[in-house]
């Protein structure tokens, strides 16, 4: 049994990991604060020791890090556009929160910290397939602030020793996935509106692709970085998406009938494509849902 801390924990991602833990019997501590704004609800594991904690906060934080094998840091201001609009509130959570959380872990002695970073990271410069040797070229205020993590992290293995994981993440989609307002993840938000009975709505002309990730593939990732013992995903970047996209029209063609288009939106890339080499190489992992299935799972589930 091993003693783990999660960031986020009561959230979209980090709440799945925290019950895969729970499940595997594993103590776990959960420090969220609940500011996701996408975020309909919140899921606290009761068997979790959980905090409302905000990552900012370091003097509150640090005594829940002593004794802890792992730290799986997904806390964040994690959308674009919100970014875009408050880019103080992304660089004080994304910057000095993960500082914050890498020294806490650097001082008690944890073994390791897997950060959950962003596909958006490559920009428009790229060509998919992106690979974790390209050039970072950051659009907005999000993939700024989470692209600096990054390079704190590394830099905290470099200079202090602690082991670190970067795990960049493309457009993760599942279960207790946001569905709040217009800047929710996209299968989120289709999926609300046809609850609802409203139009989907495209933002721009529909043919922007994305790498969709089925979110327990994304834990079944940091659980394999957590127990792996290869030297050389220590300080190193690893993309966590399927290998596949899909466009937005075409996401909606699996949701619904009824769409409409409204303006193109200004920092996001036009085509995401993950090369998951290293993630196989490294990690051996395999991601084991489709887009198209999941759904198909959903709609025969009504």
């Known amino acids: 049994m091993s003693r ?15 019950d895969r833990l729970i499940d595997e019997g594993h103590q776990v501590i959960v420090i969220d604060n609940e500011c996701a704004q996408t975020n309909e609800e919140f899921y606290w594991n009761e068997n979790a020791s959980n905090y409302k904690y905000d990552i900012c906060d370091y003097e509150q934080m640090f005594p829940l890090f002593e004794g802890v094998d792992v730290v799986f840091h997904l806390a964040a201001e994690s959308r674009i556009q919100p970014a875009i609009k408050n880019p103080i509130k992304a660089a004080r959570t994304n910057v000095v929160g993960t500082c914050n959380v890498l020294q806490c872990a650097r001082k008690q002695g944890v073994r390791r910290v897997i950060y959950s970073s962003t596909s958006s990271a490559y920009g428009v410069a790229n060509q998919p397939p992106l690979t974790e040797d390209m050039p970072k070229d950051c659009l907005n205020p999000y993939s700024v602030t989470k692209c600096a993590g990054e390079d704190l992290c590394a830099m905290y293995t470099r200079l202090y020793g602690l082991e ?4 960049r993440y493309f457009n993760v989609y599942g279960e207790r996935q946001p569905v709040r307002g217009q ?5 989120g938000i289709f999926q609300r509106q046809v609850k609802n009975g409203e139009p989907m709505t495209i933002v721009g002309d529909g043919e922007q692709r994305r ?7 994304v834990v079944q990732a940091n659980v394999l970085a957590s127990v792996c013992t290869k030297k050389m995903i220590v300080g190193n970047i690893i993309n966590i998406g399927m290998g596949e996209n899909y466009s937005v029209l ?5 949701v619904g009938d009824d769409v409409v288009h409204i303006p193109p939106r200004l920092g996001e890339a036009r085509i995401t494509l993950a090369n998951i080499s290293r993630a196989r190489e490294w990690l051996a992992f395999e991601p084991q849902m489709q887009l198209p299935r999941w759904i198909e799972q959903k709609k025969e589930e009504k």
């Open 4 to 18: 783990y801390l999660v960031t986020g924990g009561a959230g979209f991602i980090g709440s799945h990991l925290v």
């Open 164 to 167: 670190t994981v970067i795990f």
């Open 183 to 187: 800047y929710a993840p996209v299968v």
């Open 211 to 217: 790498d969709y990730t089925y979110v327990l593939d």
């Open 250 to 254: 075409e996401l909606a063609g699996m």
